[in-house]
T-cell receptor, first 114, second 113 residues
Framework: AQKITQTQPGMFVQEKEAVTLDCTYD???????LFWYKQPSSGEMIFLIY??????QNATEGRYSLNFQKARKSANLVISASQLGDSAMYFC???????????FGKGTRLHILP | NAGVTQTPKFRVLKTGQSMTLLCAQD?????MYWYRQDPGMGLRLIHY???????AKGEVPDGYNVSRLKKQNFLLGLESAAPSQTSVYFC????????????FGPGTRLTVT
């Protein structure tokens, strides 16, 4: 079974609109961490945001926020007021408690339309 | 402070040839990782290391070997390249705690013909 599932292979969003990228995860651990990375067309991987399983509040970093719903095992990335530069591939990832590895989802390609 | 660097950036190999990809980090990170990225597959972990002199297998280790003789370097070797190993390879490093994000290198695009 996949540990990280990103169900939207591609999305098109109008500039300045908010966008939600879905991520569900599968773990039996109580302690884990969730990450989102951005990969623009240039290829580099850029860390965006982190959410710990014990964090009581949803993580926010500028225009990025993480909608963490623990009971649903969901960690959706919300980008407010999207910009053309947000066009990229977005990856959700998880590190389970006590594990040294970070497992990535297959990604969602986001296209921002002018 | 260069962060994570990868050498080379591009390489074309013939089937059966061998090569080594070098990853170097100057952030004193304990953990280092090698991933491959293929279209529609996301990033898949090949091997990783939790410290100098240690290595462990990831999801897709077959056909690859690694070594971590120095803390700052993590080498990925292909002993006998196959076309299925055509991919973009990323190295990453991180600190010890589970909350720490990974810092990625720029990637190496490898083509095996």
């Amino acid at each position: 079974a996949q540990k990280i599932t990103q169900t939207q292979p591609g999305m098109f969003v109008q500039e300045k609109e908010a966008v939600t990228l879905d991520c569900t995860y599968d773990t039996s651990d109580q302690s884990y961490g969730l990450f989102w990375y951005k990969q623009p067309s240039s290829g580099e991987m850029i860390f965006l945001i982190y959410q710990g399983s014990y964090d009581e509040q949803n993580a926010t970093e500028g225009r990025y926020s993480l909608n963490f719903q623990k009971a649903r095992k969901s960690a959706n990335l919300v980008i407010s007021a999207s910009q053309l530069g947000d066009s990229a591939m977005y990856f959700c990832a998880m590190r389970e408690g006590g594990d040294d590895k970070i497992i990535f989802g297959k990604g969602t390609r986001l296209h921002i339309l002018p | 402070n260069a962060g994570v660097t990868q050498t080379p950036k591009f390489r074309v190999l013939k089937t059966g040839q061998s090569m080594t990809l070098l990853c170097a980090q100057d952030m004193n990170h304990e953990y280092m990782y090698w991933y491959r990225q293929d279209p529609g597959m996301g990033l898949r972990l090949i091997h990783y290391s939790v410290g100098e002199g240690t290595t462990a297998k990831g999801e897709v280790p077959d056909g690859y070997n690694v070594s971590r003789l120095k803390k700052q370097n993590f080498l990925l070797g292909l002993e006998s390249a196959a076309p299925s190993q055509t991919s973009v390879y990323f190295c990453a490093s991180s600190f010890l705690t589970s909350a720490d994000e990974q810092y990625f290198g720029p990637g190496t695009r490898l083509t095996v013909t």
